[in-house]
């Protein structure tokens, strides 16, 4: 049984940071393909980063809106994919899940149970 756990969410004021986390376990191979999406009330889930490992390289992709404010990584090792979140603004207030797939996340893909993050202006 494969699980996602994420942990890291809460809330914090405009300008603030966070850094959330999200570990893989039960699974008996490594996921290439993790990411963060995040729902706000009332819209469509959408993605905000990704990183897929390519041998020695990742290779990450950031929606427009995060771009040079969010940053994506990961430890292979121990299964696990990070997002630092520094100057959030109150339209980053949504709840954010965690995903990873084998290879891709445009395929099926293992979602966590989401947390909180509630920006404040």
């Known amino acids: 049984q494969v699980q996602l756990v994420e942990s890291g969410g809460g809330l914090v004021q405009a300008g603030g940071s966070l850094r959330l986390s999200c570990a893989a376990s039960?699974?008996?191979?490594?996921?290439?393909?993790m990411g963060w999406y995040r729902q706000a009330p009332g819209k469509q889930r959408e993605m905000v980063a990704s990183?897929?490992?390519?041998?020695?390289?990742?290779?990450?992709y950031y929606a427009d809106f995060v771009k040079g404010r969010f940053t994506i990584s990961r430890d292979n090792a121990k299964n696990t994919v990070y997002l630092q979140m520094n100057s959030l603004k109150p339209e980053d207030t949504a709840v954010y899940f965690c995903?990873?797939?084998?290879?891709?996340?445009?395929?099926?893909?293992?979602w966590g149970q989401g947390t909180q993050v509630t920006v404040s202006s």
């Open positions: 995903a990873a797939a084998k290879w891709s996340l445009a395929e099926y893909k293992h």
């Open positions: 039960g699974s008996i191979f490594s996921f290439n393909a």
């Open positions: 990183i897929q490992s390519g041998g020695s390289a990742n290779y990450v």
